[in-house]
């Protein structure tokens, strides 16, 4: 099995090197000592949610702290290609769901979208509230998918400030049940994935609707952007599915798995 993973502060591990040692405070020792029942000896990850992970051993189980021993410090690159999932407002929890399991898929970013027909608004204190909700989440489930890097939950857009974030990407594809060309296609045949700045992450959007759908004016104005329409495929699929089956279906194509 791998290594359980816990995270601490971003750049916390900067400066160490194998055979140094790092204390774990906080919640997180707590957790690690009264929940997962670390003992001295066991191995462990350390992460900082940043790209840094220190893999070492527990030398010393506190009640309130964990002292491990670092055998490797390393950086995680980004991926060349980075999937970020445009995620509408959805009722019953369906768009937390669809971003835990999305990041357990490996996605790099989320956008949470206040589009035409989503029935949930984010408003005032709500949206603050549900921003953390949101980032907790994620947190939660990179932690479960033993990842180093915690997708970043970026402010809440309206489908105007979204076409200016689809007119920076490189990419930017509305999942659509009546689109022409597949998902597969679209991200094969993309131009903008296949070029650009050496060494710079490329960035493709999945736009995803809430459960009443995108409406033709969003498309429209979407489209007019730079976005495409993309089918994910035979079945239209609820919000909380297109996002994670798109994930999947991209970090295939793009050599990310």
């Not at 999305?102 to 709500?126: F, N």
């Not at 921003?131 to 180093?148: D, F, G, I, L």
């Not at 409406?215 to 035979?234: I, K, M, Y």
Request: glycine share 8%; aromatic share 4%.
């Amino acid at each position: 099995m791998s290594n359980p993973v816990f995270f601490t502060p971003a750049g916390s591990l900067d400066q160490l090197i194998p055979g140094s040692t790092f204390v774990l405070e906080g919640a997180e020792a707590r957790h690690a000592v009264t929940v997962k029942r670390l003992a001295v000896g066991e191995p462990v990850d350390i992460a900082d949610g940043s790209g840094m992970r220190l893999t070492g051993t527990v030398v010393d189980a506190g009640s309130s702290a964990l002292t491990v021993k670092a055998s490797e410090v390393i950086l995680e690159p980004q991926p060349e290609v980075r999937l970020v999932l445009v995620q509408a407002l959805a009722k019953g929890d369906r768009d937390e769901l669809a971003i835990e399991t999305a990041t357990e898929l490996g996605i790099d970013s989320v956008i949470p979208w206040q589009s035409e027909r989503a029935i949930v608004r984010w408003k005032g204190e709500r949206a603050a509230k549900a921003h953390t909700k949101w980032q907790s989440v994620v947190t939660a489930a990179a932690k479960q998918a033993r990842r180093a890097w915690i997708p970043e939950v970026r402010s809440i857009v309206d489908t105007s400030a979204l076409a200016k974030a689809v007119a920076a990407a490189d990419l930017a594809i509305i999942l659509h049940e009546d689109a022409k060309n597949p998902l597969r296609t679209v991200l094969e045949e993309s131009v903008a994935l296949r070029t650009g700045d050496e060494g710079t992450p490329r960035e493709v959007l999945l736009i995803v609707g809430p459960e009443g759908g995108i409406s033709p004016r969003e498309v429209t104005r979407l489209s007019d952007a730079g976005a495409v329409t993309a089918l994910l495929g035979h079945h239209v699929l609820r919000s909380s599915t297109a996002g994670p089956a798109a994930v999947v279906l991209a970090s295939d194509v793009l050599g990310r798995w």
